[in-house]
């Protein structure tokens, strides 16, 4: 029996049972559906957070203060005071491999704009902010060198504050209040969007570093410093000289550890990365086991299926279908089964996982490579889970299947 | 071996295993049968005539003794060369019909044809003629459930037909059918074998059925207990 009539036995029998089929492929359609939906948020969250770090500049180093231990108790990162706006004045003077920096200073503070007010991530920067961070304002200006040297109280706002505290109206010239200190807004960033469940990155209002540190926090240390490299090729150059810079100004002896730390955006992306990976691995192994229930309900399936049929195993044989044949027969029905499922499943995915971003507003990124793992592992599926009620249906002997009641 | 024998079965045992006892169904059979011949195998039931059918139609092997169907060794076949032989040699009509249900009569009747290598326009060809040889013309497309009992033993026929076998088997065909039905299904076996000269082997315990046949052989415990001739 040659294949195209194994096929087209095959065939007839899934059609005379159509429901039957449909049940059987239903358990491999939500499998694939699963493993290709759920794959697809996982990437989807990686390709997010990598276009993320590419937009902030490839270029880019965060120096931080390091943990501070003191008689054998260790606080956390940051926990020095050490770092001082002279620390970013000397990394701009000292180090030729650095283009830009920025002190930082962070806060959270209520916003006040005439009866409205919003809840809202305060960033004292430097001048120099949007340069560093790849970040242009959308209109109006960022404050410059002088205004940042000398506190002055003025603002940028982010998109999202800008909605929230203005509803459309022109913020240029207004006077917002923070802490109860009266800021003039100078313009309104470009807007960034949302960061893959990382919160919006439009919801903060930028302000000179000098003025947020001693009207909004009291404080005479800095929190970090941004720095960007002249090229992205320079960065692990403008690394060590920073370092080398602050180990002298910070007095460290030779051997002793630094009291800060400098890292690069490939660093922390790579770490980020490497989170959403195992997220794409733990997702795609979760929707991976309803794929393997999916095929256990083939085999059960096809065993009802077999011992309903051993009449019809008996007539093929007295007619002269050898065991190859039935063996042939009952497999092609599983492959197909699992096949047919497998398309339909590739359907339901792609279809979720539209629905998923749209709807949920997560990134989902779809790959051919998940799309043809699925696929290949719904038709192993089938011939491993359908090989072995073929396999019982083809050693049935013909009298007695001929016999069965 | 003479050529005009199409059936030789020389000292044929079936012993059965039953646990720990021995069931000999068949006790050390002789007997040959002709080209051509229109037989009944008789007897009550547990007479032996079920196996000895089941290994005519090469279902079963005898377990002892050898058996030679158009001069080949049976008894030496495996499972894949039996498979061939009915495919090729032999058409098998039940008591019960044994249809494929929820399938078309011509589906039913190109059965055998699917298992053999003719292209599959031919099989067609071939099983329309065979379901007019029983006079279905007409009915092809009928499935099997909406066929009365004489319909569905004549589809039986026709498939058994369909391969042009030099042996037809037929056990109790008519046991599942009113008097004047299984006088039909009867009389189209006699013409196909005296147009046809295709040999036809009945089983059965009905005289009535057995009086179309020109030889009758009684079985008993597993052993022939004579034979008649009309």
């Not at chain 1, 195209?4 to 095959?10: E, G, I, Q």
């Not at chain 1, 993320?52 to 203060?65: A, H, I, Q, S, Y």
């Not at chain 1, 003025?211 to 490299?229: C, P």
């Not at chain 2, 065979?130 to 497309?141: H, K, S, T, Y």
Request: glycine content about 10%.
């Amino acid at each position: 029996m040659n294949i195209a009539k194994t096929a087209k036995v095959s065939l007839l029998a899934l059609n005379r049972n159509k429901m039957r089929s449909f049940l059987t492929a239903l358990g491999i359609i939500i499998g694939v559906g699963a493993v290709i939906a759920m794959v697809s948020i996982g990437q989807g969250a990686k390709a997010e957070v990598e276009q993320r770090f590419t937009e902030m500049g490839t270029n880019l180093l965060f120096v931080r203060p390091g943990s501070m231990s003191f008689r054998g108790v260790h606080g956390g990162g940051g926990s020095y005071t050490t770092l001082k706006d002279s620390d970013a004045k000397a990394i701009l003077e000292n180090c030729d491999a650095v283009q830009y920096v920025s002190p930082n200073v962070n806060t959270r503070a209520q916003v006040v704009f005439g009866n409205k007010n919003w809840n809202s991530s305060i960033n004292g920067v430097g001048d120099k902010y949007p340069q560093i961070r790849n970040w242009d304002v959308e209109y109006g200006v960022f404050f410059d060198e002088n205004q940042v040297r000398t506190g002055q109280k003025v603002c940028v706002l982010g998109s999202e504050v800008t909605e929230n505290l203005f509803e459309g109206a022109d913020p240029i010239g207004q006077i917002i209040r923070l802490k109860k200190i009266p800021f003039r807004v100078l313009g309104v960033l470009e807007t960034k969007g949302e960061a893959g469940g990382f919160g919006s990155r439009d919801d903060m209002i930028a302000v000179p570093y000098t003025t947020a540190k001693g009207r909004l926090l009291n404080i005479d240390n800095i929190q970090s410093i941004d720095v960007s490299a002249v090229s992205a090729d320079r960065t692990d150059e403008a690394m060590r000289q920073i370092e080398e810079t602050l180990r002298i100004r910070h007095k460290i002896a030779p051997g002793a550890e630094d009291d800060f730390n400098v890292r690069n955006m490939s660093d922390i992306a790579e770490g980020a990365s490497e989170a959403t990976q195992i997220l794409t691995l733990l997702l795609g192994g979760i929707a991976s086991i309803s794929l393997l229930v999916g095929g256990i309900g083939i085999m059960n399936i096809m065993l009802v299926s077999v011992t309903e049929r051993i009449r019809e195993i008996g007539i093929r044989m007295s007619v002269g279908a050898q065991e190859r044949d039935i063996l042939l027969q009952f497999l092609t029905e599983a492959v197909v089964l699992s096949v047919l499922g497998g398309v339909l499943g590739i359907c339901l995915g792609l279809g979720s996982s539209s629905l998923i971003s749209k709807f949920a507003g997560m990134k989902t990124l779809v790959s051919i490579g998940s799309i043809a793992l699925a696929f290949f592992f719904a038709g192993s599926v089938g011939v491993f889970f359908g090989f072995y009620p073929a396999r019982k249906a083809s050693k049935l002997d013909p009298i007695e299947a001929l016999r069965y009641e | 071996m003479d050529n005009n024998n199409l059936i030789q079965l020389e000292n044929v045992s079936r012993i059965y295993q039953m646990g720990d006892s021995e069931v000999r169904a068949l006790k050390g059979i002789s007997y040959t049968i002709k080209r051509g011949d229109l037989l009944a195998i008789m007897g009550p039931s547990g007479s032996g005539k079920s196996t000895l059918m089941n290994i005519i139609g090469c279902l079963d092997k005898p377990s002892d003794g050898k058996y030679f169907l158009e001069g080949q060794e049976i008894s030496t076949f495996n499972k894949n060369e039996l498979a061939r032989t009915r495919n090729k040699n032999i058409g098998f009509v039940f008591q019960n019909f044994n249809l494929l249900s929820r399938t078309t009569a011509l589906e039913n009747t190109e059965l055998p044809l699917l298992y053999s290598d003719v292209p599959s326009k031919k099989s067609r060809e071939m099983a329309m003629k065979a379901l007019d040889m029983v006079g279905l013309r007409g009915r092809e497309l009928h499935k099997t459930n909406q066929l009365s009992g004489g319909e569905m033993q004549r589809v039986a026929i026709a498939r058994a037909l369909v391969n042009n076998p030099s042996l037809i088997l037929a056990d109790e065909p008519t046991g599942n059918l009113d008097t004047k039905t299984g006088q039909e299904i009867m009389e189209i076996f006699t013409s196909l074998h005296s147009e046809k000269g295709i040999t036809i082997i009945l089983v059965t315990h009905d005289p009535e059925v057995a009086e179309f046949t020109h030889r009758r052989v009684y079985l008993r415990d597993g052993e022939i207990e004579r034979e008649e001739r009309s």
